[in-house]
């Protein structure tokens, strides 16, 4: 499995831009990129994923460089409820099984 | 739509007591299905992965044992807890052959 780095803790204004970044040197040609967060006492909720394009839905963007050996998530304009930890993940399209890292603890302050 | 039911919000068990935590995913059929843990202040830890009835993944040797008796139900168990199982298990699912994975609102397990 390819193995992901990310920051342990990051600060963001609520209001501005979060620009998560993640660290995926070792991806194979076949690995998604899958990003998840975790709100405190919950369970995770997926946010996004991509291959090699960038993508975008409601909740955030997804960036990924033309090497594909990182990405960033992006959430446009961060609330108080983004507060959480954020989860980048990398796994084989058709991989059933979903490891979770460290991830980045992301707190928005007012 | 599909929904994902996880019962009880939250268990207190003596040692040495028997554990039965149920999943039940509604509105899909033959998804994956997934045990985790999560100690308190410790990340999300993968203990069971199912991809289809009687088919039962261990990631990590321990006192828990799970079950997939029919297609959407999961099962985790164990014969005698021990203090070390407290923590926060949560049950999730995905379609086959994707990692875009749905979780229950967790069971919070204090051994005591």
């Known amino acids: 499995d390819a193995k992901t780095t990310q920051p342990t803790s990051m600060d963001c204004a609520e209001g501005r831009a979060a620009n998560l970044p993640c660290n995926h040197s070792t991806i194979s040609g076949n690995e998604y990129v899958y990003w998840y967060r975790q709100i405190h006492s919950q369970g995770p909720q997926y946010i996004i994923h991509g291959l090699k394009n960038n993508e975008t839905n409601e909740m955030a963007s997804l960036i990924i460089t033309e090497d594909r050996k990182s990405s960033t998530l992006i959430l446009p304009h961060a609330t108080l409820r983004d507060t959480a930890v954020y989860y980048c993940i990398v796994n084989p399209g058709g991989y059933n099984k979903l490891i979770f890292g460290a991830g980045t603890r992301l707190a928005v302050h007012p | 739509s599909q929904t994902i039911h996880q019962w009880p919000a939250t268990l207190v068990q003596p040692v040495g007591s028997p554990l039965s935590l149920e999943c039940t995913v509604e509105?899909?059929?033959?998804?994956?299905l997934y045990w985790y843990r999560q100690a308190a202040g410790r990340g999300l830890q993968l203990l069971f992965y199912?991809?289809?009835?009687?088919?039962i993944s261990s990631e990590v040797p321990q006192n828990l044992s799970a079950s997939r008796p029919q297609d959407r139900q999961f099962i985790l168990s164990s014969k005698k807890l021990l203090l070390s199982d407290s923590g926060f298990y949560l049950c999730a699912w995905s379609p086959r052959q994707s990692t875009e994975a749905f979780f229950g609102q967790g069971t919070r397990l204090t051994v005591v």
């Open positions: 199912s991809v289809g009835i009687g088919q």
């Open positions: 509105g899909t059929s033959n998804p994956n």
